[in-house]
T-cell receptor
Framework: GAGVSQTPSNKVTEKGKYVELRCDPISGHTALYWYRQSLGQGPEFLIYFQGTGAADDSGLPNDRFFAVRPEGSVSTLKIQRTERGDSAVYLC??????????????FGPGTRLTVL | SQQGEEDPQALSIQEGENATMNCSYKTSINNLQWYRQNSGRGLVHLILIRSNEREKHSGRLRVTLDTSKKSSSLLITASRAADTASYFCANRDGNKLVFGAGTILRVKS
């Protein structure tokens, strides 16, 4: 079946602009995760959804970052007033159950965000 | 912030040789997972080893876990050019994965 998809694959924006990044998880997966990966580093956790609710948003760096998952499927990561330091690859993952279990997280191809 | 470190940071070997990557972590774990990433994009899950396991195999992959030393190793045997990628270990912390900085593996043909 289809894996996790993310759009756009690349996004170039100017400092101060607003951007939205979209994630389509694997159908039927209740858990959805956002990570951010800077060049030369491993992914860093941003936020985790269980169904429609954000169960853990402890990784969001500041209040310019916000994510939603209104129907428990597609999620959108929103970044306001972008800064050059926001440039990174934003990865989305989904898993069947979440809830602290050992189920595998399946990652999408990522969105490469460049803030000029 | 990320926990754990992988070493080496980069590894270059000839096709057919074995590649060993090590990972250390700081907190207690339920399980430890290894992922591969090509071209800085999506990660592919390779193998999961639980805290009560010491060794696990999957095809050409062998993972060991030493909870007393808080370390794990990934061995890729008979490497191929297609194994060229970045490899990350990840510790499950509640619902999130905490990744190390990764090892860049280059397999020369």
């Amino acid at each position: 079946g289809a894996g996790v998809s993310q759009t756009p694959s690349n996004k170039v924006t100017e400092k101060g602009k607003y951007v939205e990044l979209r994630c389509d998880p694997i159908s039927g997966h209740t858990a959805l995760y956002w990570y951010r990966q800077s060049l030369g580093q491993g992914p860093e956790f941003l936020i985790y959804f269980q169904g429609t609710g954000a169960a853990d948003d402890s990784g969001l760096p500041n209040d310019r970052f916000f994510a939603v998952r209104p129907e428990g499927s597609v999620s959108t990561l929103k970044i306001q007033r972008t800064e050059r330091g926001d440039s990174a690859v934003y990865l989305c993952a989904s898993s069947l159950i979440g809830l602290g279990g050992s189920d595998t997280q399946y990652f999408g191809p990522g969105t490469r965000l460049t803030v000029l | 912030s990320q926990q754990g470190e992988e070493d080496p940071q980069a590894l270059s070997i000839q096709e057919g040789e074995n590649a060993t990557m090590n990972c250390s972590y700081k907190t207690s774990i339920n399980n430890l997972q290894w992922y591969r990433q090509n071209s800085g994009r999506g990660l592919v899950h390779l193998i999961l080893i639980r805290s009560n396991e010491r060794e696990k195999h999957s095809g050409r992959l062998r993972v060991t876990l030493d909870t007393s030393k808080k370390s794990s190793s990934l061995l890729i045997t008979a490497s191929r050019a297609a194994d060229t990628a970045s490899y990350f270990c990840a510790n499950r912390d509640g619902n999130k994965l905490v990744f190390g900085a990764g090892t860049i593996l280059r397999v020369k043909s």
